[in-house]
């Protein structure tokens, strides 16, 4: 994921792999202006379908699993980035790029993702295709740094990963994502050995070097067409790598891309986060959610951790803390997409299925106040968020809660008050609850058996 710093703390380069950084991602990614609604008929239909979706996941896998560390950026040369000084630079790159050699996830389970996933009611998810750093996770025949050609695990059966990923959410019926780094700090064609690599962007002056930089977009281009054509029904190419765009003079040609990509998969949703404009089909906040209502489509990308990939001992968010962020965002008019790393040895593990178990404990019945619903001109009142049916019948109005608190026995809002005739009915059981109004306050008795340390819905019928 692209952030304007990482908080890094490097061990000694022995002791790396046993004893692994911890990266953890502070700040907010800011947002590029200039939403520009698409005109393809399928590509509004697709979009509208993903709007109504509302939760998703976000996969990050790969070499930097093993050693447990921050995906990536630990090989961009730039002042936020803090290594061992007893570390050459280019030391360092060796021994990140050769993680390729050890990556071996012999316990590779995409079923078992599938299953975890579906059970915590995601409807979507996005699966790293590739990152900054070039390791690919799908059997490209661009280059041959990929999981299915560099490494122990290219003789197993299952060697191309993301086909397998794809097709075990494929038969849960997700809406399938792929994420795609456009920058590849592995490619000769964008950080030429030549040249020092000072910072994320390409090392070389494109101007001067045409042809390599031609090069590098045919590189990118037919990546994409493969995993375009090669991995079934994708409903979403979600590029990542900001850099890369004609403002920073790093042009690759997206016209081109976005014709080519909907040539093979009709309707497909283009995510070129944080350029804006027409190749950004809806924005994508990091690590952060908007402080209003947008007027547009976008997704929060909210970590479980602190990291985007697996890291060793990680502490979990609670699953009071996930439901009462997507119940924010459901409200302001988004989606969130959850990130998860899976293990080094393909698994999702223990500490995120206990969270997500939870989650989905409360999303099977409680779902109807998050899925397919549109938002409602007063959608807050403290910890109380709103949602609405599309038909305008149904109101929603949810209690967030933190860990380690209790939602009261009494719940009172402002504004999107009942009137006479009307239904208020708790969304779990459909049980009918007793309400008054004083004013322009109401309040909602909710009975004793009710789980009170998670999250409650309400439903307003209208007469």
Same mark, same amino acid.
């Given at each position: 994921?692209?952030?304007?710093?990482?908080?890094?703390?490097?061990?000694?380069?022995?002791?790396?792999?046993? %004893?692994?950084?911890?990266?953890?991602?502070?700040?907010?990614?800011?947002?590029?202006?200039?939403? =520009?609604? +698409?005109?393809?008929?399928?590509?509004? =239909?697709?979009?509208? &379908?993903?709007?109504?979706?509302?939760? !998703?996941?976000?996969?990050?896998?790969?070499?930097?699993?093993?050693?447990?560390?921050?995906?990536?950026?630990?090989?961009?040369?730039?002042?936020?980035?803090?290594?061992?000084?007893?570390?050459?630079?280019?030391?360092?790159? $060796?021994?990140?790029?050769?993680?390729?050699?050890?990556?071996? +996830?012999?316990?590779?389970?995409?079923?078992?993702? /599938?299953?975890?996933?579906?059970?915590?009611?995601?409807?979507?998810?996005?699966?790293?295709?590739?990152?900054?750093?070039?390791?690919?996770?799908?059997?490209? &025949?661009?280059?041959?740094?990929?999981?299915? %050609?560099?490494?122990?695990?290219?003789?197993?059966? %299952?060697?191309?990963?993301?086909?397998?990923?794809?097709?075990?959410?494929?038969?849960?019926?997700?809406?399938?994502?792929?994420?795609?780094?456009?920058?590849?700090?592995?490619?000769?064609?964008?950080?030429?050995?030549?040249?020092?690599?000072?910072?994320?962007?390409?090392?070389?002056?494109?101007?001067?070097?045409?042809?390599?930089?031609?090069?590098?977009?045919?590189?990118?281009?037919?990546?994409?067409?493969?995993?375009?054509?090669?991995?079934?029904?994708?409903?979403?190419?979600?590029?990542?790598?900001?850099?890369?765009?004609?403002?920073?003079?790093?042009?690759?040609?997206?016209?081109?891309?976005?014709?080519?990509?909907?040539?093979?998969?009709?309707?497909?949703?283009?995510?070129?986060?944080?350029?804006? !404009?027409?190749?950004?089909?809806?924005?994508?906040?990091?690590?952060?959610?908007?402080?209003?209502?947008?007027?547009?489509?976008?997704?929060?990308?909210?970590?479980?951790?602190?990291?985007?990939?697996?890291?060793?001992?990680?502490?979990?968010?609670?699953?009071?803390?996930?439901?009462?962020?997507?119940?924010?965002?459901?409200? $302001?008019?988004?989606?969130?997409?959850?990130?998860?790393?899976?293990?080094?040895?393909?698994?999702?593990?223990? !500490?995120?299925?206990?969270?997500? =178990?939870?989650? !989905?404990?409360?999303?099977?019945?409680?779902?109807?106040?998050?899925?397919?619903?549109?938002?409602?001109?007063?959608?807050?009142?403290? =910890?109380?968020?709103?949602?609405?049916?599309?038909?305008?019948?149904?109101?929603?109005?949810?209690?967030?809660? $933190?860990?380690?608190?209790?939602?009261?026995?009494?719940?009172?809002?402002?504004?999107?008050?009942?009137?006479?005739?009307? %239904?208020?009915?708790?969304?779990?059981?459909?049980?009918?609850?007793?309400?008054?109004?004083?004013?322009?306050?109401?309040?909602?008795?909710?009975?004793?058996?009710?789980? &009170?340390?998670?999250?409650? /819905?309400?439903?307003?019928?209208? &007469?």
């Amino acid at each position: 994921m692209f952030s304007k710093r990482i908080a890094m703390l490097m061990m000694s380069f022995a002791a790396l792999a046993a %004893q692994p950084m911890l990266a953890q991602d502070t700040d907010v990614m800011e947002q590029a202006d200039g939403y =520009e609604w +698409p005109t393809d008929k399928k590509v509004i =239909e697709k979009l509208n &379908k993903w709007e109504d979706l509302k939760f !998703g996941v976000l996969f990050h896998w790969g070499i930097y699993a093993v050693p447990g560390i921050c995906e990536s950026w630990p090989l961009c040369n730039e002042d936020w980035i803090s290594r061992d000084t007893t570390v050459t630079y280019q030391d360092y790159k $060796k021994w990140y790029w050769g993680l390729s050699k050890v990556f071996n +996830p012999i316990k590779f389970n995409p079923n078992q993702w /599938a299953d975890v996933m579906e059970d915590a009611g995601m409807k979507y998810m996005i699966f790293t295709t590739k990152h900054h750093d070039g390791f690919c996770m799908f059997d490209t &025949k661009q280059t041959t740094y990929s999981i299915a %050609q560099d490494g122990p695990f290219k003789n197993n059966p %299952q060697k191309d990963v993301a086909k397998y990923v794809f097709k075990a959410f494929h038969d849960k019926d997700f809406m399938i994502g792929a994420y795609f780094s456009k920058p590849d700090w592995h490619s000769q064609d964008y950080w030429w050995d030549y040249r020092a690599t000072k910072d994320r962007n390409v090392n070389y002056n494109i101007t001067r070097y045409p042809q390599r930089w031609e090069n590098f977009k045919g590189f990118v281009y037919n990546q994409i067409e493969e995993l375009m054509t090669g991995y079934g029904d994708v409903d979403i190419l979600w590029l990542d790598g900001g850099q890369v765009c004609p403002q920073n003079n790093q042009d690759i040609d997206m016209p081109r891309i976005a014709k080519m990509a909907r040539s093979h998969q009709p309707g497909l949703l283009v995510v070129d986060r944080t350029i804006g !404009g027409k190749y950004e089909n809806y924005q994508t906040p990091e690590r952060s959610i908007p402080a209003k209502q947008l007027n547009h489509p976008w997704e929060s990308c909210l970590p479980l951790t602190g990291a985007w990939g697996w890291i060793p001992n990680a502490h979990f968010q609670p699953a009071q803390k996930v439901l009462s962020s997507l119940i924010e965002v459901v409200a $302001k008019g988004g989606s969130m997409v959850l990130g998860v790393g899976p293990t080094p040895e393909g698994l999702i593990e223990p !500490g995120v299925i206990k969270v997500l =178990e939870k989650v !989905g404990q409360w999303m099977d019945v409680n779902g109807k106040a998050i899925y397919s619903t549109t938002i409602t001109p007063n959608y807050n009142d403290g =910890e109380i968020w709103f949602t609405a049916s599309k038909d305008g019948k149904k109101l929603y109005a949810i209690r967030a809660v $933190k860990e380690g608190e209790t939602v009261p026995n009494e719940l009172e809002w402002k504004g999107n008050i009942p009137v006479k005739g009307d %239904q208020v009915r708790l969304v779990s059981t459909g049980k009918h609850l007793r309400w008054k109004v004083a004013g322009d306050q109401v309040k909602v008795y909710l009975p004793k058996q009710v789980d &009170k340390t998670m999250p409650v /819905a309400i439903e307003i019928v209208k &007469k």
